[in-house]
């Protein structure tokens, strides 16, 4: 799927073909956008039940709303995926399925789902179901994926304290119990990275810079190519102050505290949660995938209830109207969009004009708040003589 692809959805009435026949017309429609700007594809809507003038108005601005959160969602989920699988466009366009399809084939072959969403049911039963659909498959994979990066950032933080230097890795096994001072009334063990760069200010300083540091207690435990790592023994009671010396000098106090059999247990803890976040990289894919897809499928039938109420708005009863899906590209885009001004801007009436030149003119004189007390371009949209939805899928 490029990225450049974009889609229009047009509907026009049937009394664009001289026999008012549905074939004719999309002959019609494929002939005004031209080969050399798009392909046409006919897209299969059914008619619903129909309600009240007032009803079909408000349904057209929800529909816009409900447009916008699906559109949000497949968004929200193709970033999962993409974080799932390290950026890999690859493996990211051979997730991104519907039905199983390809998005492109799945929207040229589009047929609504009378399983899922019954055709018999009223516009507002069908707007409801695809809603609390959309709502659920945000909440699912959202859930999936936050619990697979919480146990991805765990892993990270154990990992990192098993490679990382001596001011941030794990001690365990490292330092040697013996070194310790433990169960003591009034002596405590400190272990203090000290940058290599210092470490001879440090053994000249250390015994002086709190009160009762055991004299010639520091002893070296280990260095790596950052930091070397020491053992140093005060008294209880300045310990605090200690600690808070060290800070200042740039040397860090770790926070170690001897446990038998500590090494084994950090190497498990280790183990289980790479297990952890190996089944869970795997079912957030799998989620996001499967989300990704019945995402789209909402989304596509969203906009073509929006369609379908936009065309009994715009064209009125009784319902004789021809649905296209116009394949084309960011760039040519325009250029559909303006030979099917000039072929159709009859239908909006005083709204479109020509100028001496014979191009299509936009009459501003029909403002916004006319085109929306008529139940027309709710969600702030550019207004066209005809029923024209554009999006793309990324």
């Known amino acids: 799927m490029s990225k450049m692809t974009r889609y229009l959805l047009v509907s026009l009435p049937t009394s664009i073909s001289p026999s008012n026949d549905h074939d004719e017309a999309l002959t019609a429609l494929r002939s005004a956008v031209s080969t050399d700007y798009g392909t046409?594809?006919?897209?299969?809507?059914?008619?619903?039940?129909?309600?009240?003038?007032?009803?079909?108005?408000?349904?057209?601005?929800?529909?816009?709303?409900?447009?916008?959160?699906?559109?949000?969602?497949?968004?929200?989920?193709?970033?999962?995926?993409?974080?799932?699988?390290?950026?890999?466009?690859?493996?990211?366009?051979?997730?991104?399925?519907?039905?199983?399809?390809?998005v492109d084939q799945y929207l040229r072959t589009f047929s609504w789902n009378r399983v899922k969403y019954r055709a018999d049911k009223s516009l507002g039963d069908l707007m409801d179901s695809l809603q609390k659909e959309i709502a659920s498959i945000d909440n699912d994979v959202k859930s999936k994926y936050n619990q697979y990066n919480q146990v991805k950032t765990n892993l990270t933080g154990l990992q990192r304290k098993q490679t990382g230097n001596l001011s941030t890795k794990s001690l365990t096994a490292l330092v040697?119990?013996?070194?310790?001072?433990?169960?003591?009334?009034?002596?405590?063990?400190?272990?203090?990275?000290?940058?290599?760069?210092?470490?001879?200010?440090?053994?000249?300083?250390?015994?002086?810079?709190?009160?009762?540091?055991?004299?010639?207690?520091?002893?070296?435990?280990?260095?790596?190519?950052?930091?070397?790592?020491?053992?140093?023994?005060?008294?209880?009671?300045?310990?605090?102050?200690?600690?808070?010396k060290?800070?200042?000098?740039?040397?860090?106090?770790?926070?170690?505290?001897f446990t038998e059999g500590g090494k084994e247990a950090e190497q498990k803890e280790v183990e289980r949660i790479a297990k952890d976040e190996e089944r869970l990289w795997g079912e957030a894919l799998r989620l996001s995938r499967t989300g990704w897809g019945e995402s789209v499928m909402v989304w596509i039938h969203v906009l073509a209830l929006r369609v379908f109420v936009e065309t009994v708005l715009r064209y009125g009863l009784p319902l004789h109207f021809v649905c296209g899906l116009v394949k084309t590209?960011?760039?040519?885009?325009?250029?559909?969009?303006y030979s099917l001004d000039s072929s159709y801007s009859y239908l909006a009436g005083n709204a479109f004009g020509r100028d001496k030149k014979g191009r299509v003119t936009k009459d501003d004189s029909l403002t916004t708040s006319d085109l929306q007390a008529a139940g027309h371009a709710g969600d702030g949209a550019e207004y066209t003589a005809y029923v024209c939805y554009e999006f793309e899928i990324l």
């Open 40 to 102: 046409v594809y006919p897209f299969l809507i059914p008619e619903f039940k129909i309600g009240t003038l007032d009803a079909l108005v408000q349904q057209a601005d929800e529909l816009a709303r409900l447009e916008g959160v699906c559109e949000g969602v497949v968004g929200k989920v193709g970033d999962s995926l993409r974080t799932i699988l390290d950026g890999d466009e690859d493996k990211i366009v051979e997730q991104k399925t519907v039905n199983d399809k390809p």
């Open 176 to 244: 040697d119990p013996a070194l310790l001072i433990q169960d003591s009334e009034y002596l405590e063990t400190h272990l203090i990275a000290v940058p290599n760069q210092i470490t001879k200010d440090y053994l000249k300083t250390y015994e002086r810079i709190a009160p009762m540091v055991v004299p010639r207690s520091s002893v070296r435990i280990d260095s790596d190519g950052e930091f070397t790592l020491y053992a140093v023994t005060t008294f209880k009671k300045h310990s605090q102050e200690f600690i808070l």
């Open 246 to 257: 060290c800070r200042e000098k740039k040397w860090t106090p770790r926070d170690f505290h």
């Open 329 to 337: 590209t960011q760039k040519l885009a325009k250029k559909v969009k």
